[in-house]
């Protein structure tokens, strides 16, 4: 399960040691240390997803909530730890039920459900990590999902509760009952990637067709495309034709984005399309406000767009494409978007 994980850590530690000048990590930390926990929660941002995702930063935010009383919100800043495909390491997963252990019993009665599906997804990991028998988690965990069967106060995030029960069974040795966990997350958040990955690694054949179209093309590349805000990352994009041939020809793009947090902010992604000569044109994507409470941890969003790539470059920098690839830029990230092959005759 961890190979491609194991390589996003070390891109996440990358990032965090990149950015530590924004989030000022190191500070917080120092002032929390001093027992100065509003400072240490001023000094502590959230510049960029994969810093706001990484353990560490959520394990500091925990610890700097439970300093001040906010006893709910370190609940919510742990769940994070569980919004991931990862299996954490054994520190990690420690310090974690620690803070969930000694906070129990501070957060209101709202908050129970979240409290008993972290502990379970905890319990699941450390499983994974250990080659231990989830037993109790997998209990846990079809008492929450009986429960949301029967609520009148459904949890957004539900589907992540059989997605981990299907990772137990994993854990179990039990592919089967693993299988039909994951089926029922799907059904739950049917374009959510976390399930279609674990059956794909179980069988490819337990796939559907559509299914088995988006993780190939998600796992087409070795990471992700780019980052969106604090939530989204950018997957692929896909253009309806490969080549466009005439001056005046439509072409559309479905972009793809996967959900990884539920702390959401105002979500807009600026292009930048280059043909050989250079800059062509810009564009950019913004969701809708709102678009952003439907999100599930997971699920792959799409937006579509269309427009003429000859007219936009017209446009920006009076003239056509010229011949050749056209690139796609968001950030540093640079990816083939479509060719261009428009005779001249």
Request: hydrophobic share 40%.
């Amino acid at each position: 399960m961890l190979g491609q994980h194991d390589e996003r850590k070390q891109v996440w530690n990358q990032i965090i040691e990149t950015h530590r000048d924004l989030v000022q990590f190191d500070k917080a930390q120092e002032l929390l240390e001093r027992g100065e926990a509003r400072l240490a929660a001023n000094a502590l941002n959230e510049p960029c997803m994969h810093a706001a995702n990484h353990p560490k930063f959520i394990l500091l935010k925990a610890r700097i909530k439970a300093h001040l009383g906010f006893h709910d919100e370190v609940l919510h800043a742990l769940t994070r730890l569980a919004y991931t495909e990862e299996s954490w390491d054994k520190d990690i997963i420690d310090q974690a039920q620690n803070l969930l252990h000694n906070n129990a019993g501070t957060w209101r009665a709202s908050s129970e459900t979240r409290w008993q599906f972290l502990k379970a997804a905890l319990s699941v990991m450390n499983a994974e990590r250990n080659d231990d028998t989830p037993e109790e988690a997998i209990a846990q965990l079809k008492n929450l999902e009986e429960k949301f069967a029967h609520t009148t106060q459904p949890w957004l995030q539900a589907h992540l509760i059989p997605y981990y029960l299907g990772r137990a069974w994993v854990a179990m040795g039990n592919t089967e009952n693993a299988i039909q966990a994951f089926r029922r997350s799907l059904e739950n958040c049917p374009k959510n990637l976390y399930a279609i990955n674990q059956i794909y690694k179980i069988d490819p054949r337990k796939l559907t067709q559509q299914e088995l179209e988006l993780h190939q093309l998600v796992h087409a590349r070795t990471a992700p495309i780019g980052e969106l805000a604090s939530a989204l990352e950018w997957l692929a994009v896909k253009p309806e034709k490969s080549t466009i041939t005439e001056i005046y020809e439509e072409q559309t793009f479905t972009w793809f984005f996967i959900c990884r947090s539920d702390q959401i902010n105002q979500v807009r992604l600026t292009m930048t399309f280059a043909d050989p000569r250079g800059l062509a044109f810009n564009d950019a994507i913004a969701f809708k406000k709102g678009d952003e409470l439907t999100w599930r941890i997971g699920e792959i969003i799409t937006v579509e767009k269309t427009w003429q790539p000859n007219m936009k470059a017209l446009d920006h920098k009076n003239r056509i494409l010229k011949n050749g690839p056209v690139t796609v830029q968001a950030g540093n990230i640079v990816t083939n978007a479509f060719n261009v092959n428009i005779s001249t005759k």
